[in-house]
C-alpha cells in the first residue's frame, strides 16, 4: 500500500509542474482574452471586470487588423484541409505500394524520406518561394498546400509504413488467395484496418499546416490568401498592439486543433487489428 | 475437385536450398498430410502451391494444368492459415463471404453458400459477430467455413490447430477429417503433429530436410518405416532404437540377445541399429533383464523407462503396472516387430 502510494507520488511530482508548465501561458492568453483594455497588464490573475467584448469585436471584424477575420480563418481551414487530404492521399498509397505490395526502390524512397529531415524548413524556404514564383504560385493557397505537403509527407510516409507493417502479411496473402487484387486489397482489407493511422496522420499533417507561419508569411502575402496565423502576426506590427484583441483571436484560433485532437483522440490509440491472427 | 502433382520442385531462400527435388502425386479427393519437423520445408512447398512463394525450379500442376506462372486467385485453391488470418473489420458471414464479393456474385447466392457452410460448421449464431468476439476453435471454424464457401478444387491447411489447446485440437481434428469424408474435396495438410498426420491422413508424406523420407498409407509408415527417422518420427513415444551386432539370427547389443523378424538378410558380425517400438514388448517373461527408474501410469495404459545396459529404453503396457523404480524386469521383445536399419545410410535392412 505504502510503495503504491509513494510511486503515485513520484508520478504526482512530475506531472503537476508538467501541468502547470503547459498550462499556465494558455490561461495567461485566457487571462488576456476576457480582460478590458487598460487592466490587461494589470498582473491579477483574475481581472476586476471580466469581459467577452474582445471576442465580439473578433467576430464582427471590428477591429482594423481583424477585417478579414472570417476569410482568413477559411483560409486556415480551407489550407489545412487540403493538406492533410493530399498528404494522407500520397502517405497512404507509398505506404502501401512499399511495405504490402514490396515494390522495387521501396528501401530508396524510404531513405529519401528520412533523409529530407536533415535539412531544416527554414533553409528550404527561399528555394521553395522561387520555385513557386516559377510556377505562379505565389499568393494563391495552393503554394502554401504544396509547401506544406513536401514537408508533412515525409514523416506521413514514416508512419504510415511502420503501421503497415504491423498489419499481419497472412490477412494479404489470404485476400489474394480468395482472389483480391491489389486494387481490391487496398480497398477493402488495407484501408478499413489502417483507419485509426490515417485519422492520426491526417491529423497531424492538418495541425501542422493550421499552425504554419514562416511558409505562409512568405509565399502569401495578400489580406485575402493569408491564413489567420499570419493575419496574427500583422498585429505586432503596430507599436501599440490591441494586446487584449490579439489574444481573443489567438484563442479562437487555437481551438479548432483542439476540437480536432479531442474528437479523434480514440483513433490515436490502435485497437482495430485485434482478433485478425492469434497474438 | 482436382489432383495435384508436384514435379522436381526445388527451392532457394537466397543462397540457402530448402526444397531438394521434391515430387509427389496427390489424387482427386485425397487427404495428404505433410509432416516434419520444422524448417523442413513442408509449410514451403504448401505455400508454392497456393502461389504465395516463386517457384525455383520442376514443376506444379492442378488437375494436370502447370500453375507455376498462375496466380494465387486464378488456382481456384482455399487456405486455412494456422493464425486463422480473418479480416477483423468483416463480421463472421461477410469473412466467409469474401471471396465471392471479390467475384461480384449476387447477394442471395453469397448469403445461401455462407448460410451453408455455417450450417456445416455450427456457426449460424455467429454470423454477425467479429471475428474479436470468438473463441479460438470458432474462428478456426470460421477459416474453415470462408474456404468451403469458395468451393475450390483443393483445401490446403497450413498447421491449422497449432494455436488450440490439446483438448480442443482433438475435436478440430475430428471436424476436420468429417468434413472432407463429406465434401471429398482433394485436401494437403501441413503438420508437424505426427498424432495429426497418423489420425486424418489418406497417406502421408514424411518431410525432412527438404525432402520427402517416405510415402504411404499411415499404418504402412508405422509397421515398415523405410528409415531411422521415420521410424522415430512417426509413433509415440518414438521407437527405441540403439547399436548392435547381427550374429546367430538375433542383435547382440545392451548386453543381451535381442531377436529379429523372421526371413531378416544380414550378413554375420554386421553393426546395425535395432528398433522395437514402446509397445512391442512382452513383460515379466524373456531373457532380457532390466532395472525400472521411472513408471508413468496413464491410466489405461502404463509408461516405463526401463534401463538396459547403458540404454533406457521406453516400455508402454496395457493396463495397470506394480513395478516400482529400483525394481528388476524381464522384457521379451516382440521379434515380428523389430526393425533393423543400416548403420551408415540409416535406411531399413
Redesign the interface.
Known sequence: MNRRLLSEAKLWLVAIPVLLWTLIPIYHIFLFSISTKDSAFSGRLWPEHPTLRNFGTVFKQEHFYLHHFWNQIWNSLWIAVAAGAITLAIATCAAFSISRLRVRGGRTVMNAALFTYFIPAAFLAVPMYKAMGTYGLLNSRWSLVLAMVTIAAPYAIWVLKQASDKL?W??D?????????PM?LFR??YL??MVPSLVAIFTYALLLTWNEYLYAFLLLSHENTIPLAVGLGHFLASDDSPWEILMATALVYGLPPAAIYYAFRRYMVGG???????A | MASVAFSKIEKNFGSTKVLHGISLEIADGEFMVLVGPSGCGKSTLLRMLAGLEDITGGEIAIDGRVVNDVDSKDRDIAMVFQSYALYPHLTVGDNMGFSLRLRSEKKELIQNRVEQAAKILNLGPYLHRFPRELSGGQRQRVAMGRAIVRDPKVFLFDEPLSNLDAKLRVAMRAEIKALHQRLKTTTVYVTHDQVEAMTMADRIAVMNDGRIEQLGRPLELYDRPANLFVAQFIGSPAMNVFDGIYKNNSVEALGAHWPVPSGTSVQEGQSVKYGIRPVHFDLGTGGITGEVVVVEPMGSETELVVKVGDQSLVIVTHGRSSAGPGDKLSLAPNAKHAHLFDVASGLRL
Do not use: F, M, N, Y
Not at chain 1, 496473402?173 to 487484387?181: F, L, N, Q, S, Y
Not at chain 1, 482495430?272 to 492469434?278: D, E, P, Q
Open positions: 499481419p497472412e490477412l496473402e489470404a485476400a489474394r488467395i480468395d482472389g483480391a487484387t481490391q477493402l482489407v478499413p484496418l482495430l487489428t485485434s482478433g485478425a491472427v492469434k
